[in-house]
């Protein structure tokens, strides 16, 4: 897939930087051709000989190179894909501000290529309101923006804002050059991430989802040509822009969104964790300490899963979840004709590297056909796209 594209990677100063050595690598043994700019600060963390070596091209560093001029507007034209891995917090910020301070910069005002930025930074920087505006500018210019992974970041600290893995940015260029439009007029629910139950006004009931494998399975929808609504509960997840994203909060309005348009769509996959139960009154007011202790009274919430087994017609395929820790096969299929589901995507959490929390899943797919597919652990994406493949192909039975 690969094979003789153009990779221009632009790499700038941040610890990951030395992820993008791999991935030069990695990108190189696919048959890709790679060309390399850093930034001054991106010297600090990796040395332009190593990129050169790897990419067996010189890496290119300044404006002028050499008494002579560097082409900055040949380089964006030469190039399929540019590609900023990692791109840091100041990167981001000058980019969006159309600043012109360095070569990088330069070949990104006058790229005519894809741009696709893959972030690096710490939460806070991450999270922070002029970061995230600058993002928001990037992306409604037309620039692609990969999700930033959680985990150990260069502070010491455990948060989001991790680059993503080598790998799978290999995977999202793979994606990128293959183009399958297969299922363009398909329309296509995904739930996702937890829901909060209210409590009184500053308390709620929730759970640990993060809406990563929702979003995994959204995004592999729309790559694919699908128009995609996703209902995502509380949630920090990046979505692609194209992805009609409806952001709720309780059950209650996770529920109303999807069975707003329920007949007009094709594919319905319940990814999110919805909370099964929710207080049966929200305090108005917060509520006060007072006594040993308190009574809270739980109410079902409404399955929307059920509901829309119970709705579906002939032509839309209603997919669900099951995360079991015990009699993990016998619950599952258990649940998919309970639910009356066509598909039932087992995760137990008896498996390692599944469920919550992280970025990878082991699932297990049992059809309404009684049929069973096992898959190894692999990346959330990964997982995402053995989901659809799997209901494409139920589809066409
Ligand atoms: N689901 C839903 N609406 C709810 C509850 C769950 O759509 N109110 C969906 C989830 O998105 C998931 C599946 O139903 O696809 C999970 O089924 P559920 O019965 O909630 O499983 P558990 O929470 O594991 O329930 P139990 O412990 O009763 O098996």
């Known amino acids: 897939m690969l094979k003789g594209k153009k990779i221009l990677l632009c790499v700038t100063g941040s610890i990951a930087a030395y992820k993008s050595v791999i991935l030069v690598r990695l990108l190189a043994k696919a048959g890709a051709e790679v060309k390399v700019i850093m930034t001054e600060s991106a010297k600090d963390f990796v040395t332009p000989l190593t990129f050169s070596t790897l990419s067996k091209n010189k890496v290119l560093t300044d404006l002028f190179d050499e008494g002579s001029w560097a082409n900055h507007v040949m380089l964006g034209r030469w190039a399929d894909v540019m590609l900023i891995a990692p791109a840091s917090c100041n990167t981001i910020a000058k980019m969006a501000n159309g600043i012109c301070d360095n ?12 741009v696709v930025i893959a972030p690096a930074m710490d939460e806070d920087m ?11 500018v990037l992306k409604k210019q037309g620039n692609e923006f990969l ?14 804002g991790r680059m993503m893995e080598p790998e799978e940015i290999m995977d999202f260029l793979g994606d990128y050059f293959s183009k399958d439009t297969s299922l363009k007029g398909i329309n296509a629910l995904v739930t996702a991430g937890p829901t909060y139950e209210a409590i009184d006004p500053v308390r709620f009931i929730g759970n640990h989802s993060s809406g990563k494998m929702g979003a995994a399975i959204a995004e592999e929808l729309f790559k694919r040509g699908a128009n995609v609504q996703l209902v995502i509960g509380p949630s920090d997840i990046q979505i692609s822009s194209g992805i009609n994203t409806k952001k709720v909060v309780s ?147």
């Open 251 to 397: 059950a209650d309005e996770m529920y109303e969104a999807c069975m707003q348009q329920f007949d007009s769509y094709d594919i319905i996959i319940m990814a999110a964790a919805v909370a099964d139960f929710t207080p049966k009154k929200k305090a108005v007011e917060k509520i006060k300490k007072s006594g040993e202790g308190i009574t809270l009274e739980l109410v079902r919430t409404k399955d929307i899963l059920l509901k829309s087994g119970q709705s579906k017609a002939k032509n839309q395929t209603v997919v669900g979840f099951a995360l079991e820790t015990n009699n993990e096969k016998a619950n599952a299929i258990e649940k998919l004709k309970a639910k009356n589901a066509d598909m039932i995507i087992l995760n137990s959490l008896k498996d390692e590297r599944a469920g919550f929390g992280y970025d990878t899943n082991k699932i297990t797919i049992f059809d309404k056909n009684n049929k069973e597919y096992q898959f190894p652990a692999k990346t959330k994406k990964q997982v995402a796209t053995d989901i659809v493949n799997t209901i494409i192909q139920y589809r066409n039975e």
């Open 126 to 136: 991450w999270l922070h309101p002029a970061t995230k505006q600058n993002i928001e």
């Open 147 to 160: 999700a930033v992974n959680n985990g150990e970041l260069a502070s010491g600290l455990t948060g989001e």
């Open 103 to 114: 070569l990088l910069l330069a070949v990104y005002l006058s790229s005519k290529c894809a």
